[in-house]
């Protein structure tokens, strides 16, 4: 069987980010569990702040058809959100909003119809203690609510986490690492069971 698709995407992308760090140390671990990772840079979607005036006058932004493109091609999503006073990022909802926003088109399926009953699930990362547990909680709400994912039930947040990487940007702490081997696993077994059934 051809490994799974799997499109990670931090809602982070800054330079330090920890986020985009737990994103890189899961597409190294993807591949022993029968996925292929690739990250998704949702900045260089370059996609404006969603403003219906904006939209009336350009239409949707080809940022947003990209993020589609990238979403149709995917077989499990990966959300890897940061928290920003409980919420997930400004970056992670507008390019959500904006996808809500791509129609159908000849060919092409709509922004939401991609992620219709796609396997999806939830990593964050934060300097705090919680490790991000609530934007977390409230992007699985989200998701599952407005984008119709089928979101595993098992997630991780990685607290503290600029402490929890070694040089070689691994997780250090071998409880942590399972968590998101276990995160991972359970995502696989979803992608995998819906592809058998074609
Ligand atoms: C505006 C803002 C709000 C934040 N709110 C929270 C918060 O509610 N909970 C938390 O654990 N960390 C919070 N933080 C700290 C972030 O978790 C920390 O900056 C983290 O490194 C951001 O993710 P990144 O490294 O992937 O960019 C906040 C940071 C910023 C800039």
Request: proline share 7%; hydrophobic share 50%.
């Amino acid at each position: 069987m051809p490994p799974i698709r799997l499109l990670i995407v931090p809602g982070s992308v800054r330079a330090s980010s920890l986020n985009l760090r737990l994103a890189r140390c899961v597409q190294q671990l993807a591949p022993a569990l029968g996925m292929a990772g690739s990250v998704l840079d949702l900045r260089a979607l370059d996609l404006p702040l969603y403003d219906g005036d904006w939209e009336d006058q350009h239409g949707v932004p080809a940022g947003a058809l990209a993020l589609r493109d990238a979403l149709d091609a995917a077989d499990a999503v990966l959300w890897v959100t940061p928290e920003y006073n409980g919420f997930p990022t400004p970056l992670m909802f507008n390019a959500l909003d904006w996808l809500s926003r791509v129609p159908a088109s000849v060919g092409q399926v709509a922004g939401v119809a991609t992620t219709t009953n796609k396997p999806a699930a939830l990593l964050s990362a934060s300097s705090g203690p919680g490790g991000g547990l609530r934007a977390m909680n409230l992007l699985r709400q989200f998701l599952q609510m407005n984008f119709a994912m089928l979101v595993v039930p098992q997630q991780f947040a990685l607290g503290r986490a600029q402490e929890a990487f070694d040089d070689a940007g691994a997780l250090s702490d071998p409880r942590a690492a399972d968590a998101v081997k276990a995160v991972l696993a359970a995502t696989a077994t979803l992608a995998k069971a819906l592809r058998a059934q074609g």
